[in-house]
C-alpha cells in the first residue's frame, strides 16, 4: 500500500495508471498460487494498454512487488431503475383483511374510538400512577400516544391520521378535566396541599 501511495506521490504521471479488472486480478492471483505451489517464482504479467500501444512489462507499471487487490477494481454502476429482489407477493395479514372489508364510514369511526381510547389510557399512566410509579407512568404514556400508532400504522399499512386527532383532542380534553380534579382537591391554589 505503502508503494502505492509513492507511486502516486512520486513524479507526475503522464498518463493515467491501468486499473486492473476483477477477472485480471483473479487471473492473476491464480497464477501466482500455481507457481507457489510448483516453487517457482511468479511470472510477470503483461499490462494491457488503454490506448491500443504494445503491452509493456508489468514492472514499468507497477514495482515488481506490487500485488493487486480486488479492493483496487472499480465497483460497477447499478443501473437506477433496478430493482430490489422481491421475495413474492405479498400476502395480506388477518388484520388487515380485516380493515379492508371495512366501509370508509365504520373505518373512520373505529380510527376515532381507538384513537380516543389511547388518549385517555395514556392520560390516565400519566395522572392514576402514584408518585412512586411515576416515572413508569411517563413511560407507559409515551409509548401509548408516540410508538403504538407508528407501529399500527406499519402493521396495518394504513395511515391512522383521524386516530392521531381523536387521541389529541382526548388528550387534551383529559388534561383538561385532571386539572379540574386536582385544582377543586387543591382549591385552585398554586402550592402544593402541604
Aim: hydrophobic fraction near 45%; charged fraction near 25%; proline fraction near 8%.
Amino acid at each position: 500500500m505503502d508503494q502505492q501511495n509513492q507511486n502516486l506521490s512520486g513524479a507526475e504521471p503522464t498518463a493515467p495508471r491501468h486499473v486492473p479488472t476483477a477477472e485480471e486480478i483473479a487471473r492473476a492471483e491464480a497464477e501466482a498460487v500455481a507457481a507457489m505451489q510448483r516453487g517457482d517464482a511468479p511470472a510477470k504479467a503483461a499490462a494491457p494498454q488503454a490506448d491500443g500501444a504494445p503491452e509493456a512489462p508489468a514492472q514499468e507499471a507497477a514495482p515488481s512487488d506490487f500485488v493487486p487487490y480486488v479492493d483496487d477494481v472499480p465497483e460497477p454502476e447499478i443501473a437506477p431503475d433496478a430493482d430490489d429482489e422481491d421475495d413474492g407477493e405479498y400476502i395480506p395479514s388477518e388484520w388487515e383483511k380485516r380493515i379492508d372489508a371495512l366501509s370508509p364510514e365504520r373505518w373512520k369511526l373505529y380510527q376515532i374510538i381507538g384513537g380516543a381510547a389511547v388518549g385517555i389510557a395514556a392520560i390516565a399512566a400519566l395522572f392514576l400512577t402514584g408518585e412512586e410509579l411515576s416515572t413508569y407512568g411517563l413511560i407507559v404514556a409515551a409509548l401509548l400516544a408516540l410508538l403504538l400508532p407508528r407501529y399500527l400504522e406499519r402493521a396495518w399499512r394504513r395511515k391512522l391520521t383521524v386516530a392521531k386527532r381523536a387521541m389529541l383532542i382526548a388528550m387534551v380534553i383529559g388534561l383538561a378535566v385532571m386539572f379540574v380534579v386536582v385544582g377543586l382537591r387543591t382549591g385552585f391554589t398554586l402550592r402544593g396541599g402541604n
